[in-house]
């Protein structure tokens, strides 16, 4: 399984951006899709978690009322709708995938990142 985010650059602090990531293949469908990131000096951290159904999702605390992430398995593809982003939002952002469980780990795909920077 191949994964390609996309969507990332430059936006001013208050401002909305959504990435998009890309499956190559529709057996996606049926796994729980995740997208973490990575600040620079910093370790990666999970953001946001959806359910392979789409019914059900989970967020981590920084990110939570202000990123929602929804999929489209016709399209095999995850978003991640950023609002009201803060300059400690700028980051590499991954798309992952899990074959099993939903949970923010034990992921089995990564893609490259997209790099969001947020200015303030």
């Known amino acids: 399984v191949q994964l390609q985010a996309s969507g990332g650059g430059l936006v001013q602090a208050g401002g909305s951006l959504r990435l998009s990531c890309a499956a190559s293949?529709?057996?996606?469908?049926?796994?729980?899709m995740g997208w973490f990131r990575q600040a620079p000096g910093k370790e990666r951290e999970f953001v946001a978690a959806?359910?392979?159904?789409?019914?059900?999702?989970f967020y981590s605390d920084s990110v939570k009322g202000r990123f929602t992430i929804s999929r489209d398995n016709a399209k095999n593809t995850v978003y991640l709708q950023m609002n009201s982003l803060k300059p400690e939002d700028t980051a590499v952002y991954f798309c992952?995938?899990?074959?099993?469980?939903?949970?923010?780990?034990?992921?089995?795909?990564w893609g490259p990142g997209t790099l969001v920077t947020v200015s303030s």
């Open positions: 959806i359910l392979w159904s789409g019914t059900s999702t």
């Open positions: 293949r529709d057996t996606v469908s049926t796994y729980t």
């Open positions: 992952a995938a899990a074959r099993y469980g939903f949970r923010p780990t034990g992921y089995d795909y």
